[in-house]
């Protein structure tokens, strides 16, 4: 009984301890981008669905993304800035159900660790305004090797010969 207590006490403190760890990487984030909005702004831009993905890391079902079977020449932005992230032509199938990348745009990602499935991960975000995009993992394609894994709610494609849209810059 005495090994068991300890157990629960040492894994309750460590729970306690990483959620902790999250709370302050999240504080820590907030402020350190371009582009910083209310909720209430957010959804004026963006549906509540979108919000969820981009601003509370939410994921959406796999294989639920019209992005998924996107195959025009173009470049998918970030849905709430309009950042460019991804060319088209590092985008593959890698059978995940969500729309994924062998290689960002330089510059237009920013990562942090992820512990939420008790494993890290490294999650990405849209540079400018925060936006959680997905996870980055180390089984893609060359010639990285990445799969960026992304929500396609975090989206939206632009095809080659339209008019990028202006990125937000506050």
């Known amino acids: 009984m ?13 729970g306690t301890g990483w959620f902790a760890t ?21 959804l004026k831009i ?10 509370q890391e939410d994921t959406e079902r796999p294989w639920s993304s019209p992005l998924n079977d996107e195959k025009r020449k ?6 709430a800035c309009s950042q460019p992230l991804f060319k088209s032509d590092s985008k593959f199938n890698s059978g995940t159900g969500w729309p994924s990348f062998f290689q960002s745009i330089a510059g ?3 990562t942090k660790r992820d ?14 305004c925060g936006g959680h995009q997905g996870h980055v993992f180390d089984d893609g ?8 894994c992304n929500n396609g709610l975090a989206l939206k494609f632009v095809a ?7 990125v937000l810059k506050s």
């Open 2 to 14: 005495k090994r068991r207590h300890f157990l629960l006490s040492t894994l309750g403190t460590l």
């Open 22 to 42: 999250s709370l302050v990487q999240q504080v820590a984030l907030a402020g350190e981008f371009k582009v910083n909005k209310r909720k209430e702004d957010w």
């Open 46 to 55: 963006i549906s509540k669905e979108q919000y969820g993905v981009l601003f």
């Open 74 to 79: 173009g470049t998918f932005v970030c849905a």
């Open 108 to 110: 237009a990602l920013g």
């Open 115 to 128: 512990f939420k499935l008790i494993l890290p991960r490294t999650e990405y975000h849209c540079s400018n």
């Open 141 to 148: 394609p060359p010639p990285t090797g990445k799969r960026y």
């Open 160 to 166: 080659d010969g339209e008019a990028l849209p202006e």
